[in-house]
């Protein structure tokens, strides 16, 4: 089962409670781009086997959105994060770095 640490509350929440956003740091494109960045942003998604960014509500708890980076092939989390960020922190990459020497960095 999958377990996330809320960085809102605190609370370690199983899957249940939470609901799953997408992928994490999308760049928005707006009126005015091209319709190559558009559509881009409107239905390409990175799916991975490895190492994701990944948008999470706690849904039946706080409420609040927030970002968790784990591995789609072994369900391991490395760590979750406030929503309010660009990228991810330094200090997690540098985790998941640790963990997965063959990952190429966050792009
Ligand atoms: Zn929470």
Request: hydrophobic residues 35%; contains cysteine; neutral net charge.
């Amino acid at each position: 089962m999958l377990i996330l640490e809320c960085p809102c509350c605190g609370v370690k929440a199983e899957e249940t409670e939470l609901a799953p956003g997408g992928e994490a740091h999308l760049k928005r494109f707006g009126p005015g781009s091209s319709d190559a960045d558009f559509d881009s942003y409107m239905f390409a998604r990175a799916n991975p086997k490895g190492v994701h960014f990944e948008r999470w509500r706690h849904a039946n708890g706080c409420g609040k959105w927030f970002l968790a980076a784990r591995c789609t092939a072994t369900l391991e989390v490395f760590g979750t994060y406030p929503a309010q960020t660009t990228e991810p922190p330094a200090e997690l990459q540098a985790y998941i770095k640790s963990r997965r020497p063959e990952w190429e960095g966050y792009k």
